[in-house]
């Protein structure tokens, strides 16, 4: 028995079978039109069918030397379980009062699929125990089991961004999709591109989609598939199983992040017919110029090259393996030579207060002797003992160029006493300047900060190497810190060993929003991280070797 997808894949079957042996008798089961008898050498029937009990019953497992499933990938599913869980009593049917038949014999259940893997993670050895046999589809264009290619991809301002992804098979969502590439702008440069590129192929258009009805559907491919009318568009319908030999051009307008669906995509033009004097097929893509979303499958990505690195413009199998190899050469290319020391300066953290330098950012340092304290992301402060604040911060906008505003907020009043009033010590700020360099930048506030806020000897103060920064943190700054920190310490940090200066280095950064910054990169890098290893695991589940399945 073989089980298949729909009627169209089980007439395939059927009829390649009465053809390899034409003295076998070959049934089919499925809908009214096609009644099998039971008893047949071979039956092929569609798993719906099947899952029916009246039409299940004529079918005794013990006569069965085996159920062969096509496009198995499927075969994970719960449907499939249910059906298959009558020949194995390993294979778990969904449903839990369900009592497997007693066979005398077991029955082998083989399938065979071109995408030997499933996209959602529901593991096939929930009903196979191993694969036998594996080929990549460019080993079979390489070995001429299919036909040749020539590969095109168009870069085109395609922006995925906003399209949402499928949390199940990590694949956009097809509503989302269509809202960025069913624009009359897409569609026009896919018209163009087929004109431009494969006009001397084909010349006129028929449509097939979901709503198109059964009847019409089956007499369009059947007069595609004669050769009646040259060109079929079609929206996923003919991706899985069709059997259209005579295809020599296939144009992706569908952006996809699975290397399955891409692959059953291009696979349609890939058959061999010599009948109908076919050479090679055209394989024409679309990728995003600006390259905005990792992860999309294209003509690049299948052999590991970048697409916005090369232009593919009619490419064979064997030049894009050459493409590929010199990119992998590259990237192995050993001429750099070992290092004779390594250094390593950490700025993620910016509360390493156990180091004399917690706080300062080295490369502040060599611009001024003044203590500016680093708050992460282009955020500099120096605290005018008391007097205020100076605050460098970089602005990016799109109608300026780039650069570094600075503005001192000056003290009103002193800390103990704005919080006995509950009001703010600090009255609005003034711009003292702005650069497009940062060194000038400090330089230009460390002119004013001497000269306008800090005045005489008492300069000597803003200094890094200042006497006051070497005594002991004061009580009242450890227990700042320690209010402040208290789920970043650990229990074996010595605070009461830190400087005046080192403990007035991590207020100013908590008064900056170092911290808060700090906890957003560290969630963002968490999240990336996370979103990593479940796009590593998607791909990991396309991957098909040779060997036992896991059960998970």
């Not at 069965?64 to 298959?84: M, N, Q, R, T």
């Not at 897409?186 to 018209?191: A, G, M, T």
């Not at 010599?274 to 999309?296: H, L, M, Q």
């Not at 497009?436 to 200094?463: N, Q, R, W």
Request: with cysteine; aromatic share 8%.
């Amino acid at each position: 028995m073989q089980a298949a997808g729909d009627i169209e894949l089980a007439r395939q079957s059927a009829e390649q079978v009465a053809r390899l042996f034409p003295s076998w008798t070959v049934q089919i089961e499925q809908g009214v039109k096609h009644l099998a008898s039971g008893t047949a050498d071979v039956t092929v029937a569609t798993y719906q069918t099947l899952l029916q009990p009246e039409r299940f019953a004529k079918f005794d497992p013990t006569r069965l030397k085996a159920v062969i499933i096509d496009e198995c990938h499927h075969a994970a599913a719960p449907s499939y379980l249910k059906l298959l869980s009558h020949f194995d009593s390993n294979i778990r049917n969904p449903d839990p009062n369900f009592e497997p038949p007693t066979l005398q014999h077991k029955i082998p259940i083989i399938g065979f699929s071109a995408t030997l893997s499933r996209h959602d993670g529901i593991a096939l050895g929930s009903v196979f125990e191993r694969i036998v046999y594996h080929r990549d589809f460019l080993s079979m264009i390489k070995d001429q089991w299919l036909s040749g290619v020539r590969f095109t991809t168009v870069q085109a301002n395609i922006n995925l961004d906003g399209v949402t992804v499928n949390s199940r098979t990590g694949d956009f969502n097809a509503t989302s999709l269509a809202h960025v590439i069913n624009t009359d702008t897409i569609n026009q440069l896919v018209v163009q591109t087929w004109l431009d590129r494969a006009d001397d192929l084909r010349s006129y258009a028929r449509y097939v989609y979901s709503k198109t009805p059964i009847a019409e559907r089956k007499a369009l491919i059947a007069s595609f598939k004669a050769g009646q009318f040259p060109v079929l568009v079609n929206c996923a319908i003919l991706t899985e199983g069709a059997d259209i030999p005579n295809i020599d051009c296939v144009v992706v307008a569908r952006p996809t992040r699975s290397r399955n669906v891409f692959v059953q995509m291009i696979g349609r033009g890939m058959r061999l017919s010599p009948d109908t004097g076919k050479k090679d097929c055209r394989i024409i893509d679309f990728v995003d110029s600006a390259n905005r979303v990792s992860g999309i499958m294209s003509t690049p990505t299948l052999f590991g090259l970048d697409p916005a690195d090369l232009v593919i413009e009619d490419e064979t199998l064997e030049s894009l393996e050459e493409k590929s190899s010199a990119q992998i050469a590259l990237q192995d290319a050993d001429n750099v030579p070992d290092p004779e020391s390594v250094t390593y300066t950490d700025y993620e953290d910016p509360f390493a207060f156990i180091s004399k330098f917690s706080g300062l950012s080295p490369h502040i340092n060599q611009l001024s002797s003044y203590a500016w304290v680093g708050c992460g992301s282009d955020i500099y402060v120096l605290e005018c003992l008391g007097k205020g604040f100076i605050r460098i911060e970089k602005v990016e906008a799109t109608d300026v160029p780039a650069h570094f505003s600075a503005r001192f907020t000056p003290a009103a009043l002193d800390r103990a006493t704005a919080a006995g009033l509950k009001v703010s010590p600090f009255l609005r700020s003034r711009r003292i300047l702005q650069s497009e360099d940062l060194s000038e930048a400090i330089k230009g506030c460390d002119t004013y900060a001497k000269t306008k806020v800090v005045f005489g000897p008492m300069a000597i103060g803003l200094l890094r190497s200042a006497r006051w920064r070497k005594a002991p943190a004061t009580p009242q700054q450890i227990a700042l810190v320690t209010k402040r920190l208290k789920k970043t310490l650990d229990d074996d940090h010595e605070l009461k060993n830190i400087t005046k200066g080192e403990a007035a280095n991590i207020i100013t950064r908590l008064k900056h929003g170092a911290k808060r910054r700090h906890d957003q990169k560290v969630k963002q890098a968490s999240v990336a991280t996370k979103a990593a290893e479940k796009e590593r695991a998607r791909r990991a589940r396309e991957e098909v070797r040779i060997g036992p399945l896991p059960l998970v």
